[in-house]
């Protein structure tokens, strides 16, 4: 698969890197849709699936961590980031966080909202670092390998379809061709049979 210029450092090791670490912060491309995007590329090119996969779940992990430090130390794009969330919603996390730390935690990091605020929602409830991290680090690999999967997975649905199509192809081309020959065979029996 050829690309050039910027999409094509995307899609080297560094490049989906600093993507998920980065970049996607700032894009309006959802994380799941580059995740299946990494995963299909991976299957056309010479990258290595599981090398993506562990490159884009470092990528992801830096920019929680990343998240994490503001939200402790206070800094203002958190806490611009908290207060366009939900109250309600908010106040449900956080109150779970003090309850069952790990099962929110969990749902924190699968719903794709919420998985970019729980780096901020579980610094600014108090959750230490470590029980963050581990829970983090262990659903986000399982986020990153579902979501490729299903970019590996419609890359050879997408395959079968187009052998499927290019048979079809293939007997449409021969169904024509044989009604164009029965065609050419009756039109020359015809100016045959009037002489």
Do not use: C
């Not at 600014?124 to 829970?135: A, D, E, H, N, Y």
């Not at 007997?171 to 050419?184: E, N, Q, R």
Request: cysteine-free.
């Amino acid at each position: 698969m050829q690309v050039n210029g910027f999409t094509h450092y995307i899609f080297t090791y560094p490049g989906m890197f600093l993507w998920f670490a980065i970049i996607e912060q700032f894009t309006p491309i959802p994380e799941e849709v580059a995740l299946m995007t990494v995963g299909y590329i991976s299957v056309h090119s010479s990258l290595n699936a599981v090398l993506s996969a562990a490159v884009s779940v470092a990528g992801l992990l830096t920019a929680d961590n990343i998240f994490f430090y503001l939200a402790l130390k206070g800094n203002k794009l958190s806490e611009r980031a908290l207060k366009k969330v939900n109250h309600k919603l908010l106040d449900k996390m956080k109150d779970g966080l003090h309850k069952h730390a790990v099962k929110t935690l969990i749902i924190m990091a699968l719903l794709p909202k919420l998985r970019f605020l729980s780096p901020v929602i579980s610094a600014t409830t108090g959750i230490s670092w470590k029980l963050f991290m581990i829970v983090n680090t262990t659903v986000t690999a399982f986020y990153v390998t579902v979501y490729m999967f299903i970019g590996i997975f419609f890359h050879s649905q997408l395959n079968a379809i187009l052998k499927k199509v290019q048979l079809a192809q293939h007997a449409i081309f021969i169904g024509v061709m044989i009604l164009v020959g029965i065609a050419i065979i009756w039109g020359i029996g015809k100016y045959v049979n009037r002489k």
